[in-house]
């Protein structure tokens, strides 16, 4: 299994610009999640999908910020507009939600700079 | 707010020696508690969990210690290892729902 892959790895843009952030979960798992990694907050939740239902988008900082997850396979974070306090690595993470104890695979991040 | 902290942003440790890492959580219903370490330019990998209903998980180096009176859980790995030097975050979730919430991060460097 090729693990949780985002993309892009790195992206620069202007402030105003729109950014769209990709995820594809792993195989199976039916569970994702979408967190930024900032240095005063550490890793914060932005929101989290459970069978591709959004269940919890109350870290989703601003309506700048929306994510969808049209599919077992797939989800994006997109921010419009960027500004430059959204400069951040956002990670994405998935898991197999059972009835047991849940552990999160994440992926490399995508570490983002809005000039 | 942040219902998990981790208060010491870095620790530094000789080789050898017991590096011992804290976390604090707010949140009564947690009941479920994991460490995650993070190297540069990857993502968090997992390393040990525990549940509310232990006290200690142990994994080779590696013991996590839970005191759920004080809400508060731990960190103990004997002996470091330069290769220990990484990111740490604590994580804590409740079983009845899905959402992990993590604290800050620890830099640790373990010193040769």
């Known amino acids: 299994d090729a693990g949780v892959i985002q993309s892009p790895r790195h992206e620069v843009t202007e402030m105003g610009q729109e950014v769209t952030l990709r995820c594809k979960p792993i195989?199976?798992?039916?569970?994702l999640f979408w967190y930024r990694q900032t240095m005063m907050r550490g890793l914060e939740l932005l929101i989290y999908f459970n069978n591709n239902v959004p269940i919890d988008d109350s870290g989703m900082p601003e309506d700048r910020f929306s994510a969808k997850m049209p599919n077992a396979s797939f989800s994006t974070l997109k921010i419009q507009p960027s500004e430059p306090r959204d400069s951040a690595v956002y990670f994405c993470?998935?898991?197999?939600?059972?009835?047991?104890?849940?552990?999160?695979?994440f992926g490399a991040g995508s570490r983002l700079t809005v000039l | 707010d942040q219902q998990v902290k981790q208060n010491s942003p870095s620790l530094s440790v000789q080789e050898g020696r017991i590096s011992i890492l804290n976390c604090d959580y707010t949140n009564s219903m947690f009941d479920y508690f994991l460490w995650y370490k993070k190297y540069p330019a990857e993502g968090p990998t997992f390393l040990i969990s525990?549940?509310?209903?232990?006290d200690k998980n142990e994994d080779g180096r590696f013991t996590v210690f839970l005191n759920k009176s004080a809400k508060h859980l731990s960190l103990h790995i004997v002996p470091s290892q330069p290769g220990d030097s990484a990111v740490y975050f604590c994580a804590a979730s409740a079983l009845a729902n899905n959402d992990m919430r993590f604290g800050a991060g620890t830099r640790l460097t373990v010193k040769p």
């Open positions: 525990i549940s509310s209903i232990k």
């Open positions: 993470a998935s898991s197999h939600r059972s009835s047991g104890a849940n552990v999160l695979t």
């Open positions: 195989s199976g798992h039916n569970s």
